[in-house]
């Protein structure tokens, strides 16, 4: 007979055990963080494959339950997460990941062999430096943990994509990073891109790397992440960029009592004294500096009202050649505005058709800056894949506007050309992409999406 006693660290309870009785003691591990932590994620889910018992502290408050004396004295910096055990605390997730992974012995977490286990520890740095330190640099400045730059994050973006086309080339003839099952590197490296699907990467994002995403949602839907991580849902957007939360107004210095004689004396020279350089500082802090304008709200008045068109457009429910597309061209100013063709790139990674409709919904959603000044129209070509993605846009001024090229990472996937109106075959197509005319170029539509 063997009696299972529970012992928690810190303390063990006294038992009485008689001849006759065999105790089992086992040793709980308490894990220091809250229960959204992507570092977290990844002992907890470490323990779930290696049959280890981790308890997640409950009622864990971030800024709170990490700076006290209790915490600090486990980690003197206050870090999360920290691991709690017998023999003492351990921090910095990795570590803990893979102290809890050892706990089994000849876990197959760590492989089978030497070379298993030194890519084991390559992927893990891997997903560590150039997946999730990117991620971060690109989330923190975002969220205002940090100071916004734009210059940083195209940085962080550039080394993300590259880190990212690196994976998918591996993943491409790869069901896992190592060998033929799941291993910690898994693990680490699906955890590091939660944070990064969840909050940051867009399908049209992740659409470039589709090894990437089938691993991913491959991973987080085994059984032992889903009972950690619950159903995740991939972002629709970019969180937009906040103001760093630890950053306040400057004080303004208040102004030194003048004694009277000194304003007597003002009065009489009527000199006005020199500005301390503070005051001249705070007066030109408080003067409003003027918007810049959008280039294009420099252009010349156009006899083109965009919003007429739109209108047009939006009320036109029958005989649309007739009626709209005649319109359309009676509104055209070539002088004021140009129309555009774009074909997407990669039309063969097109292969899934709610994949490829999410990436061009992408692309119209960021679009929203362009607004005031555009109008678009988006075909998903095919009736199986892959599918083709043609666009017409019409833009205001001669070319596409410099700050969507900027602003809009999208505009790169697509090839761009101007049209001709002087060519009938090429202003016969425009008519036909406004219309959604179907069969479109001889093959059927799946989608047709406007942007007004």
Partial sequence: MVNWVVVWPKHMEQFEVSESQTFLFIYFKVLHAGSTNKNAFKTLIAAEYSGIQVELVKNFEMGVSNKTPEFLKMNPIGKVP?????????????????????????????????????????????????IDANILRWFIPRIGFAVYLPPAEEAAIAALKRSLTALNTHLSSSTYLVGHSL??????????????????????????????????????????????LGELKQTESVPPVQKPSHQKEPAKPKEPAIPKAKEESKKETKKEPAKPKAEEADEAEEAPKPKPKNPLDLLAPSKMILDDWKRLYSN????????????????????????????????????????????????????DLARKYAFGKMLVIGSGPPFKVKGLWLFRGQDV?????????????????????????????????????EPFEGEPLLDAKCFK
Wanted: charged fraction near 25%; hydrophobic fraction near 35%.
């Fill in 82 to 130: 920290v691991l709690e055990t017998p023999d003492g605390p351990i921090f910095e997730s990795n570590a803990i990941a893979r102290y809890v992974t050892r706990l089994k012995a000849d876990n197959p977490l760590y492989g089978s062999s030497l070379i298993d286990y030194a890519r084991i520890e390559q992927w893990i740095d891997f997903a560590t430096l150039e």
């Fill in 316 to 367: 036109t429910k029958t005989n649309f050649r007739e009626v709209a597309i005649k319109g359309f061209w009676e509104m055209y100013d070539p002088e004021g505005y140009s129309l555009w063709f774009c074909d997407y790139k990669y039309n063969d990674e097109n292969t899934v058709s709610f994949v490829t409709l999410n990436k061009v919904g992408g692309f119209l959603q960021r679009m």
């Fill in 401 to 437: 506007p410099q700050f969507v090229i900027d602003e809009c990472y999208d505009m790169e996937l697509y090839e761009w050309k101007k049209v001709d109106i002087t060519d009938e075959e090429q202003k016969e197509r425009v008519s036909q992409m406004i219309e959604d005319h």
């Fill in 183 to 228: 291993t910690l590197a898994d693990i680490i490296m699906t955890c590091n891109l939660t944070l990064g699907f969840s909050r940051l990467l867009t399908k049209t994002f992740t659409s470039e790397f589709p090894h990437v995403e089938r691993y991913f949602w491959t991973m987080v839907n085994q059984p032992n992440f889903r009972k950690i």
